[in-house]
């Protein structure tokens, strides 16, 4: 018996899809997905870079986030967008996430 398809809940804590390595450290990149009641049939979603390995200064990760930059109709294609995204795009994504140093 087969059923159709149905899109996966979303990752609270984010699913990874890549890691990347700038200025000679490690991140990891995990897709986060938002989840608005109001839109039930979108997926809206931001990557966040962790740096590997490296607690922050309060004992987590140190971590850096876009906007909401993926916006598709399933959860599937949310991942397929974010796992389509070579090094050189998560890398300056990265780079713009970051706090600028002055």
């Not at 087969?2 to 809940?9: E, F, Y």
């Not at 989840?35 to 931001?46: H, I, L, M, T, V």
């Amino acid at each position: 018996m087969s059923t159709a398809p149905q899109s996966r809940a979303p990752d609270p804590n984010g699913l990874h899809v890549a890691t990347i390595a700038h200025d000679g450290l490690l991140w990891d990149t995990y897709l986060e997905l938002d989840g608005d009641p109001r839109r039930p049939a979108d997926f809206r979603g931001r990557l966040r870079f962790d740096l590997a390995g490296v607690a922050g200064p309060d004992g987590g990760p140190r971590s850096a986030q876009t906007t909401v930059i993926i916006i598709e109709d399933s959860y599937e294609a949310a991942v397929a967008k974010a796992r389509a995204m070579d090094d050189r795009v998560l890398e300056s994504l990265l780079r713009s996430a970051l706090p600028s140093e002055a």
